[in-house]
């Protein structure tokens, strides 16, 4: 029962650096979405999935971007890492993406930018 | 815009004492309510639900109910555990624009002591 999986599990970057946190699920789920979580602010959303080739902005989008090309992977990109997007980073699934469904979150992501 | 509200912790309670963690949102319409809880070093889990008024969800000995009247869906357990240490987020769910509009509360840590 893997459910989502994130890589890496923590992250140092330098500012100026870009790199890539993959995201994968393996029930063949529809939606997927990128959360960033900042103490005393709860989860925001960066960008969602509602399918392979379907991708839209969240709440944060700035300084990241999202692909869809298969249904089981969902990789978050950021461009030109800065301090400001230190914070832990947790992908989500659900089946289709309606609002009853309950979310199953990757383990997350823990990134530093110096 | 939508909100949820949380109150702030940390709770320290010793163990087998009442717990509740209240939560109160505003939305426009009825959306589904939800309690993820985030154990150290994972990610959030479902805890339970409730998707109308009035509504009671449960699980593990944790209750809440849907209030539409008050706006509220706080989260109770008779008896809590060490094991039940953790962070409880209250969110609240919509379709919108085609996607799951989820938001989040700031999350209650809640740390048992024996």
């Known amino acids: 029962n893997a459910g989502v999986t994130q890589t890496p599990k923590f992250q140092v970057l330098k500012t100026g650096q870009s790199m890539t946190l993959q995201c994968a699920q393996d029930m063949n789920h529809e939606y997927m979405s990128w959360y960033r979580q900042d103490p005393g602010m709860g989860l925001r959303l960066i960008h969602y999935s509602v399918g392979a080739g379907i991708t839209d902005q969240g709440e944060v989008p700035n300084g990241y971007n999202v692909s869809r090309s298969t249904t089981e992977d969902f990789p978050l990109r950021l461009l030109s890492a800065a301090p400001s997007q230190t914070s832990v980073y947790f992908c989500a699934s659900s089946e289709r993406g309606r609002s009853n469904e309950k979310l199953f979150f990757g383990s997350g992501t823990q990134l530093s930018v110096l | 815009g939508d909100s949820v509200t949380q109150m702030e912790g940390p709770v320290t309670l010793s163990e087998e004492a009442f717990l509740t963690i209240n939560c109160t949102y505003t939305a426009t319409g009825y959306p589904s309510l939800f309690w993820y809880v985030q154990y150290p070093g994972e990610g959030l889990q479902l805890l339970l639900k409730?998707?109308?008024?009035?509504d009671k969800g449960s699980n593990k000995g944790f209750e809440a109910t849907y209030r539409k009247e008050t706006t509220s869906f706080h989260l109770e357990k008779g008896s809590v555990q060490v094991s039940d240490s953790a962070v409880y987020f209250c969110a609240l769910s919509f379709n919108s624009g085609g996607y799951q509009k989820v938001t989040f509360g700031t999350g209650t840590k809640l740390q048992v002591i024996p």
């Open positions: 409730a998707t109308k008024a009035d």
